[in-house]
């Protein structure tokens, strides 16, 4: 490997598949290059890497063609959400709740 080159992984997941992909590139490349270098596409063709959300060891990135990955990093790119996350908490608490009271009513 060239010195002006650093090795970075790129991930991507759906619920059936994950993959990820070792790529070299050169030494000041965005996240963005690495996850166009990786064409994923190959595995998910529904992929739009250029506007997927993306991140680095879990921690979300907001301009991922400006940040400039270092060796042994991991870009992970995104899938929407299909549902709010606090939405999802409250109806579940909500449900839990009739749950107890129903069963208080039983008693």
């Given at each position: 490997m060239a010195e002006s080159e650093i090795s970075v992984?790129?991930?991507?997941a759906t619920p059936e598949r994950q993959e990820l992909v070792k790529v070299k590139i050169a030494h000041g490349a965005s996240m963005l290059d690495?996850?166009?270098?990786?064409?994923?596409?190959?595995?998910?063709?529904?992929?739009?890497?250029d506007s997927a959300p993306m991140g680095i060891f879990g921690k979300a990135v907001a301009k991922p063609e400006q940040r400039v990955l270092e060796e042994g990093e991991r870009v992970e790119i995104y899938r929407p959400l299909i549902a709010d996350p606090k939405?999802?908490?409250?109806?579940?608490?909500?449900?839990l709740a009739q749950e107890k009271a129903a069963e208080k009513n039983k008693a």
């Open positions: 992984e790129v991930a991507y690495a996850a166009r270098a990786a064409n994923l596409q190959r595995f998910f063709p529904q992929l739009d890497v939405e999802v908490r409250k109806q579940r608490a909500a449900k």
